[in-house]
């Protein structure tokens, strides 16, 4: 079965801080997604990648796929108190997509 | 884009009752996923719900304790059998966007068993 660990596991930065959140899998990707999730909401999908070297962004955020396919980051630049939540990286479990198996999760705080 | 809407949003049970939780989807569908978080943990997928068929569970998840249901690509139910307080979680159901991939989720069904 597919089994993603994320690192850390939680996190306090300072705000204006840069971080980044790793996630690894001992099988290949064939699609990697992060989610972020605020307590008390719904999922917040942040990104998809899939391709070896893919490496996307949106406003602070950017997400990388090494070239393996094995493991992703997630680096938020100047962080902000809106950034805190806990970020969840997620893999589809085979190549036939739909079903995904979660990383445990990292919990970020910043600190104004 | 998807828009999915879940019910109950929250809801108290007592040990040994059932409770279903609906889940609607504005747009039609093949596969809707049913999963569990529990307090402090990530994600678990449940089941696999595919319409015209029998839901396809995960290991540790049975039928009997987990049914659902598919009755037509826009809806789902997800009913959780005999609770114990260990079955106090969140229940997300889950779709995906038909031309991005992108994963979409419900609010969730935040379940308290006492």
């Known amino acids: 079965s597919q089994e993603l660990e994320q690192s850390p596991q939680s996190l306090i930065v300072q705000e204006g801080k840069n971080l980044t959140i790793n996630c690894t899998s001992s099988?290949?990707?064939?699609?990697l997604y992060w989610y972020k999730q605020k307590y008390g909401e719904g999922l917040i999908f942040l990104m998809m990648?899939?391709?070896?070297?893919e490496e996307k962004s949106h406003e602070k955020i950017t997400a990388k796929l090494d070239e393996k396919k094995q493991q992703s980051s997630l680096h938020i630049t100047a962080s902000q108190p809106s950034h805190a939540g806990i970020y969840l990286c997620?893999?589809?479990?085979?190549?036939?997509?739909?079903?995904?198996?979660f990383g445990g999760g990292t919990r970020l705080m910043v600190k104004p | 884009s998807a828009v999915i809407s879940q019910k109950p949003s929250r809801d108290i049970c007592q040990r040994g009752t059932s409770l279903t939780i609906q889940c609607q989807v504005d747009s039609q569908v093949t596969m809707m996923f049913w999963y569990r978080q529990q307090p402090g943990q990530s994600l678990t997928l449940i089941a696999t719900a595919n319409q015209g068929s029998e839901a396809t569970y995960e290991s540790g998840f049975v039928i009997d304790k987990f049914p659902i249901s598919r009755p037509n690509l826009t809806f789902s139910t997800l009913t959780v059998s005999n609770m114990s307080p260990e079955d106090s979680s969140i229940y997300l159901c889950?779709?995906?966007?038909?031309?991005?991939?992108?994963?979409?989720f419900g609010e969730g069904s935040r379940l308290t068993v006492l």
């Open positions: 990648l899939q391709k070896g070297g």
């Open positions: 997620g893999a589809e479990k085979n190549n036939a997509g739909n079903m995904l198996t």
């Open positions: 889950s779709v995906y966007g038909q031309s991005t991939g992108e994963l979409f």
């Open positions: 099988k290949t990707l064939y699609g």
